[in-house]
């Protein structure tokens, strides 16, 4: 465990170095948008209205996934629907709180499960609450519990919490560290009698944000995964994998101040028997602050769970 997140702070701290260094020369001209303050409107440039809808944000995508809960026979495809708001909840302190919930629906990509008689489709309802703070200096922390029921094979709770740290270096640059911690795991039985358990998979990892001149945003992430579990619904058990390598990254980019096209990624080494999650969608901001999006005081810090922040082992 020491070694593990050893190499995640190692990790931690070449990303500061690195986008340290890469904010040096552009930080002069760096803007959300051009001669647009950050606390300002971007299509009228008065100062926003902080009203209750400001921080809301809904979200359709479509959405792909494969885990080690999909037996090492099944992906699945479909689509999502989900809300994030964030809202003021101790100014004087500039604490926030954040809630969510996420609509995941797919179909099978592969028809073994329906061969072997299983299930063609997954339903899986996550809900989020957390709270976080924005510092002045550019210090940031917050923390959501995400609750997950879920619908496939067989019914199935789940929980697990999420912790994040984030620092910015400059009005273009942002480092942090994120880690997801299993809370509750559940049992099922596959096919007729098969008994499986699922469980959250423990991960951490570092990222850097840029902000860019035009009001796009872009996340990549590098970081640690628990072990995970290998075992074919068809060849049977297989002895579990170790400590992984994790990656991803997102990408949010406005169209008007309403709109913007939003998509993560996140990966868990090996291909075969890891975790390959993405989603890529319309993001809807009732508030117009789309181009300020994830920067204003209250804006929650973490994201709605998801496939991609959520990933799931199986153990027999």
Not at 204 to 225: C, D, K
Not at 235 to 246: E, H, N, R, W, Y
């Amino acid at each position: 465990m020491c070694i593990r997140w050893a190499a995640v702070l190692s990790c931690a701290i070449g990303v500061c170095c690195f986008a340290q260094s890469a904010h040096s020369q552009s930080i002069s001209n760096c803007k959300t948008l051009p001669s647009t303050p950050l606390s300002a409107d971007p299509n009228t440039g008065s100062q926003t209205s902080n009203g209750w809808l400001d921080e809301f944000t809904g979200l359709l995508a479509f959405d792909g996934s494969k885990q080690p809960q999909d037996f090492g026979v099944n992906a699945n495809a479909g689509v999502q629907a989900s809300m994030n708001w964030g809202v003021p909840i101790l100014r004087d302190w500039g604490i926030g709180a954040q809630v969510g919930t996420n609509m995941t629906t797919t179909q099978n990509a592969v028809r073994v499960f329906e061969l072997l008689g299983e299930s063609r489709s997954r339903t899986q309802n996550f809900t989020t609450v957390g709270a976080f703070q924005r510092l002045d200096n550019g210090i940031a922390w917050g923390g959501v519990y995400d609750f997950l029921y879920e619908d496939s094979y067989d019914n199935f709770s789940l929980g697990q919490w999420r912790l994040r740290g984030s620092y910015d270096l400059s009005e273009c640059n942002q480092v942090g560290i994120t880690t997801q911690l299993r809370s509750i795991s559940d049992n099922g039985i596959f096919g007729n009698n098969t008994p499986v358990t699922l469980r959250p998979i423990n991960q951490g990892s570092v990222y850097w944000r840029r902000f860019w001149e035009t009001g796009a945003q872009t996340t990549g992430w590098i970081g640690i995964a628990d072990g995970h579990g290998e075992n074919n619904a068809v060849t049977g058990p297989s002895p579990a994998k170790s400590d992984s390598v994790l990656f991803g990254a997102d990408i949010l980019m406005p169209l008007t101040a309403s709109f913007a096209i939003y998509g993560e990624a996140n990966m868990i080494t090996p291909f075969d028997t890891g975790t390959v999650d993405a989603f890529l969608g319309l993001q809807w901001y009732p508030g117009r602050r789309a181009f300020l999006a994830r920067r204003g005081k209250y804006s929650p810090l973490l994201s709605t769970a998801s496939p991609t922040s959520f990933s799931i082992d199986l153990d027999q």
